[in-house]
């Protein structure tokens, strides 16, 4: 297949997952759900069927393939070892999750895993009184984990953190964590499926029996002291008369995720070439032009997304709404540095 001359937006039908804690509100975001209790719509899966001019009918992965760095970019590319590097869920908690943790990148390559797995959450919407659980109440040691796995009491031992729409929650690899009841959200993670279950309240599995729990797993690579915070404090970057304000809700080395406010008007922005972005309509209407492509445009409605490759060069945004735009930063990236800052413990 002869390669474009120019790489345009790419919009991604997702992908829909079964499980047994999901639900079916993702009905309201537009989405066409098969049959079930789906929990996680995930919006940049491989699989995932393009629906614009590069690609459109064929599955993300057969593009990340063909095009490699000029879309991954050459700072997503290495992180994600020439793989596409950002995973985009959202995520509907009609149930609680299961008390979980992931491994890092050191422990996950050692037991034959491409990646470990850090995430980001921006909470879509949460009824009122709903929870997330992240980290220890109190430094614990691995027998207190095992007796209160064994007694149930296992979510007792972490932090209850209430959310509602808005709120950012940062989980890095080896932090201890569970989604609660009633909450939808937006994550943003590396491109890895691992996950260790401490405690699943003895839930069913589709096979009617109660699903795998991974303890020893979980305990290798568990954080068990207490986290400095609960919730980080998003980055205001500026506010001008097309968009604003801007903010930085997250970032890591893994990946930086920004929430662009967009009020009717149009403004310019450009590719670094370093990596490609992940682009996500949380709420109105959005259009991605793309100049350089004779005017390419690529409607994003709520809950919809595109990747922007890295070689995109220049595109316009429009509409008004909000959009979440996340990307792998480049070592040095002023962005990560100011985040930290403001989060530093």
């Known amino acids: 297949m002869t390669r474009p001359q120019h790489l345009f937006p790419i919009k991604l039908g997702p992908s829909h997952h079964k499980t047994p804690w999901g639900g079916r509100h993702l009905v309201q975001w537009g989405m066409n759900l098969p049959d079930g209790n789906i929990g996680e719509a995930w919006l940049t899966d491989v699989s995932c069927i393009c629906m614009t001019e590069t690609g459109v009918g064929r599955p993300f992965s ?48 050692a037991h034959g895993l491409p990646a470990g797995k850090t995430e980001a959450w921006y909470v879509l919407a949460a009824e009122p009184g709903a929870r997330v659980l992240r980290g220890f109440r109190e430094a614990v040691n691995e027998a207190q984990v095992r007796r209160a796995i064994e007694d149930g009491s296992m979510a007792d031992l972490l932090k209850s953190v209430s959310v509602q729409a808005g709120d950012v929650i940062y989980v890095p690899a080896g932090m201890v964590h569970a989604i609660g009841a009633g909450v939808l959200l937006y994550e943003i993670q590396q491109y890895a499926d691992v ?151």
């Open 195 to 345: 996950t260790y279950r401490f405690f699943d309240y003895e839930r069913l599995g589709p096979d009617g029996k109660p699903r795998d729990l991974h303890i020893d797993q979980a305990l290798a690579v568990a954080d068990l002291g207490v986290p400095e915070r609960d919730r980080v404090v998003p980055l205001s970057l500026h506010e001008d008369g097309q968009l604003g304000p801007d903010k930085c809700l997250a970032a890591c080395e893994y990946f930086v995720l920004n929430k662009l406010l967009v009020r009717g008007e149009t403004r310019r922005r450009s590719m670094s070439g370093s990596s490609c972005a992940v682009i996500t309509a949380v709420d109105g209407e959005l259009l991605l032009i793309d100049p350089a492509g004779g005017y390419q445009i690529v409607h994003l409605g709520r809950g919809e997304t595109a990747v922007l490759p890295a070689r995109l060069g220049d595109y316009d945004l429009a509409g008004k709404g909000t959009v979440l735009y996340a990307y792998v930063p480049a070592p040095g990236d002023e962005m990560l540095r100011q985040w930290r800052h403001v989060n530093a413990a």
């Open 62 to 109: 057969e593009l990340v393939e063909e095009f490699g760095v000029d879309l991954l970019g050459e700072q997503g590319a290495r992180v994600a070892s020439g793989a596409f590097p950002l995973l985009a869920k959202i995520i509907d908690a009609r149930d609680r999750l299961s008390v979980q943790v992931h491994p890092g990148n050191e422990y996950a390559r």
